[in-house]
């Protein structure tokens, strides 16, 4: 089976995605994506106008990594990423987790919260994304820049109160891997897993390349700054044929651990709740930090089903295991505490790309102007 990856060279979830394709040496062909490839193959494939996306030779597709990741490790068992033990394979997933909707608000903020790093990537994006329109590049880059800023950063909580407090995750995090890659070359030990990917999402394409945050990972976090390229070329590396033992029970992982019981899952928990409620926006604080105005995203209300899915099919004394490792009892409240009912929400689940039957005129003008919106039941 060969692939073609639809990617962009600046996403989250690109590299992300391509970073454990490298891992596991699959190959595949890049695509890099404009409006046009966006709308007239991206599009029409997935109900997405977002990367990355993959395509099988045989025309199947498939749009969001995480089930995206679990799919290719059933179907390429070699070079495996996820941990043998129940503890580890729940504490990984919900790492990941972590890593996808949590520390996406520092990472955006980092892009896009000070002109000369959000005039960079601004310039990019244009570049990379007026191939093959009328568009200037100029034109784009600047709506693209615009539109980061109001969505993903004012749009997602950060205001001058918090701004401070957000972007000061960022060092926060840089402090927690630094400390876990001081005994390993990787975050679990001697080859990487699902764990480094997670934190590829965050560490490499947005603060590892982009000026701003990669100046002060290199002046802070020398490991952090050395472990990308290590994740990023461990293709050469020869790996075991399965990732043994538990390294969560290293102390270095009780800070990530307990931000994700003290903060994260209770975000999820509220997240949930405002969705079953109908409403659009909700307010919180969470580790610390208060955040006006939150959207309601309805894709973190499936994460969270799908964590507490995974926690309920723990046996026993793996679920207490988990639970000692939180050591927060709001932490576990939020993955066994039954949910209001959504209808038709659903936990994450494994299925291929769903193609949309016919796209009008008026469809592909929202996409082409306004992309598809990120808070429904699916993401990339």
Not at 286 to 301: C, E, F, K, S
Not at 362 to 379: I, S
Request: charged share 20%; glycine share 6%.
């Amino acid at each position: 089976m060969t692939y073609t990856v639809y990617l962009s060279d600046v996403s989250y979830f690109s590299g992300k995605l391509e970073a454990a394709l490298r891992v596991k040496r699959i190959p595949y062909r890049r695509v890099t994506v404009t409006p046009e490839i966006l709308l007239d193959e991206v599009l029409p494939q997935t109900g997405w106008m977002k990367v990355p996306a993959l395509r099988r030779d045989d025309g199947e597709w498939r749009c969001d990594t995480t089930p995206l990741l679990d799919w290719l490790e059933q179907a390429h068992p070699d070079r495996p990423l996820m941990p043998a033990s129940p503890v580890a394979r729940f504490l990984s997933r919900l790492v990941e987790d972590y890593c996808d909707e949590w520390q996406w608000r520092p990472a955006m903020l980092w892009r896009w919260g000070w002109d000369d790093n959000a005039r960079y990537l601004g310039a990019r994006l244009g570049v990379e994304l007026s191939r093959g329109t009328p568009h200037p590049a100029w034109l784009m880059g600047l709506y693209f820049r615009r539109r980061q800023q109001r969505v993903f950063v004012r749009g997602d909580g950060v205001r001058p109160h918090n701004r401070d407090a957000v972007a000061s995750l960022y060092p926060r995090a840089l402090q927690w891997l630094d400390a876990l890659l001081a005994e390993r070359p990787f975050l679990l030990g001697a080859q990487p897993s699902r764990v480094d990917i997670a934190w590829m999402g965050p560490m490499f394409r947005h603060y590892a390349q982009d000026p701003r945050p990669a100046a002060l990972m290199a002046a802070t976090a020398p490991r952090v700054w050395a472990w990308v390229s290590r994740v990023w070329n461990s293709g050469d590396r020869p790996m075991a044929a399965a990732l043994a033992g538990d390294a969560f029970d290293d102390p270095a992982w009780q800070p990530v651990l307990a931000d994700i019981g003290q903060a994260y899952l209770p975000y999820l928990l509220d997240n949930h709740h405002a969705l079953a409620c109908g409403a659009r926006h909700f307010s919180g604080v969470y580790g610390g930090i208060a955040y006006p105005q939150l959207p309601v995203v309805a894709y973190r209300a499936r994460c969270l089903l799908s964590l507490q899915q995974a926690f309920a099919a723990l046996p026993s004394a793996a679920r207490a295991t988990v639970a000692a490792r939180l050591a927060d009892r709001g932490a576990v409240a939020a993955l066994a505490t039954p949910l209001p009912p959504v209808p038709g929400l659903s936990p994450v689940d494994l299925a291929p790309a769903r193609p949309i039957a016919r796209l009008t005129p008026v469809q592909r003008l929202r996409a082409y102007f306004g992309g598809t919106p990120w808070d429904r039941f699916q993401k990339t």
